[in-house]
């Protein structure tokens, strides 16, 4: 599968506000590329990295086998050439030995050429000399042990070739597994995500509801709304961390710029009421228009409470 598919990715969304939401959802992004890249470049990670491996370390064997018996079948032959070149050499001198002894016939010789085919038998004949047969006897012996060693090899080949199956298929079923992972761990992201994108429309629509409804008209100092979570582990990205819900989240409210907890000025718990409260239809009108402006297809699920 391709891994830059939308089910194996994970976007951002335009953010109303430049809340640390978004850098949340900018780290949660970051995690899911160094998640893919753990799960397809790191082999100490990777279960279809160390599977590819020990594949091609089986492919390597095979080739390994195939130019030994390239080599094997090489040497045979030049080997038994070798030794027939001999032969030749040797009946040659021994037959100008033996012109030296006798006289010549009236009738010529005719020199037996012996078969450069090496898958047949070496005939010996009934005048062939003791070193004659001696060598006959070493291209049989020759054969024998080139054979010998070709049966061995053959066999590691056959063990091999039986295993590849079974390597092939653990590749391409822990390449679905990773897949897999990376599948699931987009689905986390996403929804994580989500909850952020979410959150940052809340800010925008509780910092309308609390300058609106609940600021003294008199009062010209500046605030800012923060949405935090009553446990901080829940503004992480944990992918194996149960999802939240909307209980556990704070409205704050903060004098000045600063978030330090010392210019808190209020501090409302998020329920159902504060939700109502929140998104009245005037500000959920106000923010669709600016959503609409920008939208990438996440469903602000809080906007609809």
């Known amino acids: 599968m391709d891994l830059q598919q939308p089910i194996t990715t994970v976007t951002i969304p335009s953010f109303l506000n430049n809340s640390s939401w978004n850098f949340c959802a900018e780290l949660c992004q970051n995690a899911h590329k160094s998640f893919i890249y753990k799960l397809t470049g790191l082999p100490q990670f990777s279960t279809f990295l160390q599977k590819e491996e020990t594949f091609n370390e089986v492919v390597d064997q095979l080739e390994r086998l195939r130019k030994m018996l390239i080599t094997n079948k090489q040497q045979k032959k030049t080997a038994i050439r070798k030794i027939q070149e001999i032969i030749k050499l040797v009946k040659e ?12 016939p009236a009738f010529d010789f005719v020199m037996t050429t012996l078969s450069m085919d090496d898958h047949d038998g070496i005939l010996i004949e009934a005048d062939d000399s003791a070193i004659v047969k001696a060598l006959k006897a070493q291209i049989e012996t020759t054969k024998q042990n080139h054979r010998t060693i070709s049966r061995n090899l053959l066999q590691q080949v056959n063990f091999i070739v039986k295993s590849v199956r079974r390597h092939i298929v653990d590749v391409k079923r822990s390449a679905e ?11 986390k992201c996403r929804a994580f995500i989500a909850k952020c994108f979410d959150y940052s429309v809340l800010i925008y629509c509780a910092s309308a509801w609390w300058h609106q409804t609940q600021k003294d008209a008199m009062d010209d100092g500046y605030y800012h709304i923060e949405v935090e979570c009553v446990n901080p582990d829940d503004a992480i990205f944990n992918p194996n961390a149960a999802a939240t819900t909307e209980h556990n989240i704070r409205i704050c409210v903060y004098h000045g710029d600063s978030i330090d907890p010392n210019h808190i000025v209020h501090v409302y718990d998020y329920d159902q009421d504060l939700a109502q409260a929140i998104y009245t239809p005037e500000i959920i009108c106000e923010v669709e228009k600016i959503l609409h402006r920008f939208r990438t297809g996440i469903v602000v699920a809080t906007c609809e409470a």
């Not at 001198?93 to 006289?103: F, G, H, I, L």
């Not at 597994?177 to 689905?187: K, L, Q, T, W």
Request: charged residues 40%; proline residues 4%; aromatic residues 0%.
């Open 93 to 104: 001198t021994e037959r100008q030995e033996e012109q030296k002894r006798v006289p010549s």
């Open 177 to 187: 597994d990773n897949v897999g992972e990376i599948i699931h761990h987009a689905e």
